[in-house]
């Protein structure tokens, strides 16, 4: 008797566990501080469908959960290089074009581009530089080449950004080698500078580097050029540039992972974030630049003259997109650790 | 209780061992003694072999370095707090403990963030320094900061298992010796201390251990500019994603801890086992 009541008791918490999990939701999976989340509540009130929202910090994380298993997520926002992985180890659902009639909003030059060439497993979603942002108040000369990074006047008042291949752009365009190199010996000479540079820098940080920048805690900083728009608006003082050597230009984009249960509403809810009004909304409040043509019209003119929102023909013929490392993805991993572990 | 029913009411734990602990160790040790080869697990030893790189060593020195020093600080500081509020003399001492308890009903993460702005350039004791006319310091981003942030979070393990076993210990001993005509000093270094080993031996693992692996407290408070080991495992299954490798470290973290817990125990061998609250 005592047995079948255990075995109820453990069926019911069986039962009970995956209830909360509910087939009908939307799950979204999205970098944090990446969306309006209003309009998550707004795409509910008009189409009835429920939606959970979770958050991660890198695109690697991100890759991490989805390949360890066990998660099942709708809809997910893979970076360029990224993206051209998840194609490559057959991660991704081919996205059904009809059922997203606002696909026609987003720009031309955004569509097509080399991770995925025709389109088939995502949707644009912002897109943006690599740059410096710094202190108008402690930095009195042009801000214009990563040599900057590397000047003793600014001891202690560089952040760096904890991420792998962000922090190995300024040295390898630096040294005039691309960022997706796979030579050992170019990658030994980029990490060679950033240990010589390392005195020098007040911390390696996460998105906390916006809030730093902001309190005017530092005088320079590496940082994306949507968190700079963002910084700009909330500290006047700071400014934005992308170094003449040139860096990364990217591309963030929707799409659905390999048995997704509602892959019908990911389509619905990634139509609904290509219709203009609402991609204004999400790119004035998050401050990344938008893909969408119908929300650039709509755009404020000074977002548009600031070149941290909208980059120049000639910034954006300087830079370059990041493309999957493959195996040697480990050869920066370990130059990594050799300079954050002395 | 009849033995049926004892047995009947461990089935519920040892379901919960079974799918929750032993089973992801047994998994943490196939990934840490295989390689992946082109959608294959091969057998490797390698994973072991690359911890000896001179650069992880050196990270797995600071780590140990760090929570050496984190565990000796809460030693000094937690022990005589706890002396106090086990005292009869101290009355207060209900709101002293309801004062170490209440940070830790708040958020890990938010609690080690809210040193920052305490620490930073323009923070609140920069802010402080200056009203007063002294010179602005440089606080966050070192080691020094690092070990603030530990001994802050942990500083409570150590004071309650102390604190609990002191309550504990049979005052007609102390009374016994005072009365035989021990001064102060004798009865503190003969008696209370050799009886509070116990306490202070599971405050001290349950102080070292998570300082070992921290790597929340060393990637805000640090800068992540002194890699800890916390940080090495995280940045195997989050950046690099090579979990062979992180699974090998974190072996190597679990022998290590392992080995100081049963050197520890070994002191404590003539006393009973450790009392954890």
């Given at each position: 008797?005592?047995?079948?009541?255990?075995?109820?008791?453990?069926?019911?918490?069986?039962?009970?566990?995956?209830?909360?999990?509910?087939?009908?939701?939307?799950?979204?999976?999205?970098?944090?501080?990446?969306?309006?989340?209003?309009?998550?509540?707004?795409?509910?009130?008009?189409?009835?469908?429920?939606?959970?929202?979770?958050?991660?910090?890198?695109?690697?994380?991100?890759?991490?959960?989805?390949?360890?298993?066990?998660?099942?997520?709708?809809?997910?926002?893979?970076?360029?290089?990224?993206?051209?992985?998840?194609?490559?180890?057959?991660?991704?659902?081919?996205?059904?074009?009809n059922n997203i009639p606002n696909y026609q909003y987003i720009g031309e030059s955004f569509r097509d581009l080399s991770y995925d060439p025709t389109n088939q497993f995502s949707v644009p979603y912002m897109w943006g530089t690599?740059?410096?942002?710094?202190?108008?108040?402690?930095?009195?000369?042009?801000?214009?080449?990563?040599?900057i990074l590397w000047d003793e006047k600014y001891a202690g008042q560089i952040i760096m950004y904890n991420s792998i291949r962000d922090s190995f752009v300024p040295p390898l365009r630096l040294l005039g080698f691309s960022f997706n190199t796979r030579s050992v010996e170019e990658l030994q000479q980029a990490r060679d500078l950033l240990i010589e540079q390392k005195p020098l820098v007040h911390a390696y940080m996460g998105d906390t580097v916006r809030d730093s920048m902001i309190g005017n805690e530092a005088a320079l900083a590496l940082m994306y050029s949507g968190d700079a728009v963002y910084c700009m608006e909330e500290n006047e003082v700071l400014a934005y540039s992308v170094p003449k050597e040139g860096s990364n230009i990217w591309f963030d984009a929707m799409a659905i992972p390999k048995g997704a249960r509602n892959k019908d509403k990911a389509e619905a809810f990634i139509d609904f974030l290509c219709r203009p009004d609402i991609a204004l909304r999400n790119t004035e409040y998050i401050g990344f630049s938008t893909v969408n043509m119908g929300a650039l019209q709509m755009l404020p003119e000074e977002l548009l003259a600031n070149p941290a929102y909208w980059p120049t023909d000639d910034i954006i013929e300087r830079c370059e997109i990041f493309l999957d490392l493959g195996d040697f993805a480990r050869e920066f991993d370990r130059a990594w650790t050799m300079i954050l572990a002395r | 209780m009849t033995k049926i029913h004892r047995r009947l009411f461990s089935i519920p734990y040892l379901v919960w061992t079974?799918?929750?602990?032993?089973?992801?160790?047994?998994?943490?040790?196939?990934?840490?003694?295989?390689?992946?080869?082109?959608?294959?697990?091969?057998?490797?030893?390698?994973?072991?072999?690359?911890?000896?790189?001179?650069?992880?060593?050196?990270?797995?020195?600071?780590?140990?370095?760090?929570?050496?020093?984190?565990?000796?600080?809460c030693i000094l500081l937690g022990y005589p707090v706890a002396y106090i509020l086990?005292?009869?003399?101290?009355?207060?001492?209900?709101?002293?403990?309801?004062?170490?308890?209440?940070?830790?009903?708040?958020?890990?993460?938010?609690?080690?963030?809210?040193?920052?702005?305490?620490?930073?350039?323009?923070?609140?004791?920069?802010?402080?320094?200056?009203?007063?006319?002294?010179?602005?310091?440089?606080?966050?981003?070192?080691?020094?900061a690092v070990l603030l942030g530990m001994v802050y979070n942990f500083l409570p393990f150590m004071i309650l298992p102390v604190y609990s076993v002191l309550r504990r210990s049979d005052q007609g001993i102390i009374e016994a010796?005072?009365?035989?005509?021990?001064?102060?000093?004798?009865?503190?270094?003969?008696?209370?201390?050799?009886?509070?080993?116990?306490?202070?031996?599971?405050?001290?693992?349950?102080?070292?251990?998570?300082?070992?692996?921290?790597?929340?407290?060393?990637?805000?408070?640090?800068?992540?500019?002194?890699?800890?080991?916390?940080?090495?495992?995280?940045?195997?299954f989050y950046r690099a994603n090579d979990w062979h490798y992180g699974s090998a470290i974190s072996v190597v973290l679990m022998v290590l801890l392992l080995l100081s817990f049963v050197i520890f125990t070994m002191v404590d061998k003539n006393e009973e086992e450790g009392i954890l609250f």
């Open positions: 008797m005592k047995r079948i009541i255990l075995t109820l008791l453990a069926l019911s918490l069986i039962s009970l566990l995956s209830a909360c999990d509910n087939q009908d939701t939307l799950r979204i999976y999205n970098w944090g501080e990446y969306m309006d989340e209003d309009i998550l509540r707004e795409f509910t009130r008009e189409t009835g469908i429920r939606v959970s929202y979770s958050t991660y910090a890198s695109n690697e994380e991100m890759y991490a959960r989805l390949k360890g298993g066990g998660s099942t997520f709708d809809l997910i926002f893979p970076s360029d290089y990224m993206i051209e992985r998840m194609i490559n180890e057959d991660m991704l659902e081919q996205i059904d074009m690599l740059g410096i942002v710094y202190n108008k108040a402690m930095v009195d000369e042009d801000v214009d080449s990563w040599g | 079974g799918i929750f602990i032993i089973l992801p160790l047994i998994l943490v040790f196939y990934y840490s003694l295989t390689i992946e080869s082109g959608g294959q697990f091969l057998f490797s030893t390698s994973n072991y072999a690359r911890l000896m790189d001179p650069v992880y060593l050196i990270v797995l020195q600071r780590s140990v370095v760090l929570a050496l020093l984190c565990t000796v600080i086990a005292s009869k003399e101290y009355i207060n001492k209900g709101f002293l403990l309801f004062l170490f308890l209440a940070p830790m009903w708040m958020n890990f993460l938010l609690r080690t963030y809210s040193w920052v702005s305490i620490l930073e350039r323009n923070g609140f004791l920069n802010s402080l320094f200056e009203l007063v006319g002294l010179p602005r310091m440089d606080m966050l981003y070192n080691n020094s010796a005072q009365d035989l005509g021990a001064n102060p000093r004798q009865v503190f270094f003969r008696l209370t201390l050799p009886l509070s080993i116990p306490g202070m031996i599971s405050g001290i693992t349950m102080v070292f251990m998570p300082a070992t692996s921290t790597f929340i407290i060393s990637d805000l408070l640090g800068g992540a500019q002194n890699m800890l080991v916390g940080n090495l495992i995280e940045q195997q």
